[in-house]
């Protein structure tokens, strides 16, 4: 009987994340390719069924409290298992064949940028600081899901680097070029007018930068095109007042409240579809491990303008645009991918190859690699 491998599935709930989607690809893929392990999936009660994979009930959250000082009191792991901790932090006292995934280091290096500044944010940082740096000595293997990420790791711990592994993330198939964009955008007309649009996907955090993105909206002054921003907390929050009428209100006092369309709650086909549509994608992020987003719309072939900071560089790889983080130049390229059909063919083009060399299955074989050297010693 092979290895057992426990894989932290607990993102595997009905909001969607970009953890979530990554470790539904691998519980997807690497089960079938790997006849020599078995795989078990801490999950919430409402997670999946997935085939190949024993479902075990976890109720407490991804990051909670006992996820880093009491794991064990969660569910059984034998001591003997490959444990998969896939969302940065790792428990005190798992197994020693323990495998994390580092998407990023914000929580120790930038804090302030994850959720803002409340009077938790020192509690909050000093949690995630103690389940990453855990992660980083404790971990048999370490994957990072960029090269940026692994670099900054390797500037922290040098010595890591014999024990870590970079895998990107793969896209999934339902992200490519629409066979009529006519037809998509008179699909969506319901939902964002019949004007073109620059979209913009992710949650409403610091280091995504909206309020950025909004200035340089107001500033670039594009007749007839529209700003849509698919925001999964712009409805209610995370802390009471919330940062969300904050944008509201920034897009009032800029004079562009007629040309902002906020969207939430999309299925996969609307996602789909949105981003197939837009005139180009907008991730002006100050902080990323890697830019779901960005990948999806170059498989979509759909030009993305991004900060130039090093993961959205390594994600895009030449096939996008790229604004400093200054501010200065995001609205002339705002303007140009607006007004410039052969700039945005051209992109269309790159992003469709660049898109070709990220792979979720060939991500899934890499990740069993590194569970058989965890397992192995």
């Given at each position: 009987?092979?290895?057992?491998?426990?894989?932290?599935?607990?993102?595997?709930?009905?909001?969607?994340?970009?953890?979530?989607?990554?470790?539904?690809?691998?519980?997807?893929?690497?089960?079938?390719?790997?006849?020599?392990?078995?795989?078990?999936?801490?999950?919430?009660?409402?997670?999946?069924?997935?085939?190949?994979?024993?479902?075990?009930?976890?109720?407490?959250?991804?990051?909670?409290?006992?996820?880093?000082?009491?794991?064990?009191?969660?569910?059984?792991?034998?001591?003997?298992?490959?444990?998969?901790?896939?969302?940065?932090?790792?428990?005190?006292?798992?197994?020693?064949?323990?495998?994390?995934?580092?998407?990023?280091?914000?929580?120790?290096?930038?804090?302030?940028?994850?959720?803002?500044?409340?009077?938790?944010?020192?509690?909050?940082?000093?949690?995630?600081?103690?389940?990453?740096?855990?992660?980083?000595?404790?971990?048999?293997?370490?994957?990072?899901?960029?090269?940026?990420?692994?670099?900054?790791?390797?500037?922290?711990?040098?010595?890591?680097?014999?024990?870590?592994?970079?895998?990107?993330?793969?896209?999934?198939?339902?992200?490519?070029?629409?066979?009529?964009?006519?037809?998509?955008?008179?699909?969506?007309?319901?939902?964002?007018?019949?004007?073109?649009?620059?979209?913009?996907?992710?949650?409403?955090?610091?280091?995504?930068?909206?309020?950025?993105?909004?200035?340089?909206?107001?500033?670039?002054?594009?007749?007839?095109?529209?700003?849509?921003?698919?925001?999964?907390?712009?409805?209610?929050?995370?802390?009471?007042?919330?940062?969300?009428?904050?944008?509201?209100?920034?897009?009032?006092?800029?004079?562009?409240?007629?040309?902002?369309?906020?969207?939430?709650?999309?299925?996969?086909?609307?996602?789909?579809?949105?981003?197939?549509?837009?005139?180009?994608?907008?991730?002006?992020?100050?902080?990323?491990?890697?830019?779901?987003?960005?990948?999806?719309?170059?498989?979509?072939g759909t030009p993305v303008i991004a900060s130039d900071i090093p993961p959205l560089v390594e994600v895009l790889g030449g096939?996008?645009?790229?604004?400093?983080?200054?501010?200065?130049?995001?609205?002339?390229?705002?303007?140009?991918?607006?007004?410039?059909?052969?700039?945005?063919?051209?992109?269309?083009?790159?992003?469709?190859?660049?898109?070709?060399?990220?792979?979720?299955?060939?991500?899934?074989?890499?990740?069993?690699?590194?569970?058989?050297?965890?397992?192995?010693?």
């Amino acid at each position: 009987m092979g290895a057992l491998v426990v894989v932290d599935a607990r993102y595997l709930k009905g909001r969607p994340s970009g953890i979530g989607a990554y470790v539904h690809a691998l519980l997807t893929r690497a089960p079938a390719r790997a006849p020599d392990l078995r795989f078990e999936a801490w999950m919430p009660a409402a997670g999946p069924e997935l085939p190949g994979v024993t479902k075990t009930v976890v109720s407490a959250g991804a990051n909670s409290i006992p996820t880093v000082f009491w794991p064990r009191r969660l569910a059984d792991v034998p001591e003997d298992a490959v444990f998969h901790a896939t969302f940065n932090l790792l428990g005190f006292g798992m197994p020693r064949r323990a495998v994390t995934t580092v998407h990023d280091l914000m929580w120790v290096e930038q804090p302030t940028l994850c959720e803002g500044v409340t009077p938790a944010t020192p509690f909050l940082a000093a949690f995630y600081r103690t389940g990453i740096q855990h992660a980083l000595t404790a971990s048999r293997r370490l994957i990072a899901i960029s090269r940026a990420t692994a670099d900054s790791i390797l500037r922290r711990h040098p010595e890591l680097g014999p024990r870590l592994h970079v895998i990107h993330h793969g896209v999934e198939a339902r992200f490519r070029p629409a066979a009529s964009v006519d037809g998509v955008r008179r699909r969506l007309e319901p939902r964002v007018g019949s004007e073109p649009y620059l979209l913009v996907v992710g949650q409403n955090a610091p280091y995504k930068n909206h309020e950025a993105i909004l200035r340089a909206f107001a500033a670039a002054e594009l007749t007839g095109v529209r700003l849509v921003l698919l925001q999964r907390l712009y409805q209610t929050g995370r802390f009471g007042l919330g940062r969300e009428p904050t944008l509201a209100r920034l897009t009032r006092q800029l004079g562009i409240s007629d040309r902002v369309t906020w969207l939430s709650g999309l299925d996969d086909d609307e996602v789909v579809a949105l981003v197939q549509g837009a005139l180009g994608l907008v991730q002006f992020s100050r902080f990323e491990g890697f830019g779901m987003p960005a990948l999806e719309a170059l498989a979509c072939g759909t030009p993305v303008i991004a900060s130039d900071i090093p993961p959205l560089v390594e994600v895009l790889g030449g096939a996008g645009l790229h604004a400093g983080l200054q501010g200065s130049e995001l609205p002339a390229l705002m303007k140009r991918l607006a007004t410039e059909p052969g700039l945005r063919a051209e992109l269309s083009a790159k992003s469709l190859e660049r898109a070709q060399q990220f792979s979720w299955d060939r991500c899934a074989e890499e990740h069993l690699a590194v569970y058989r050297e965890a397992a192995a010693g």
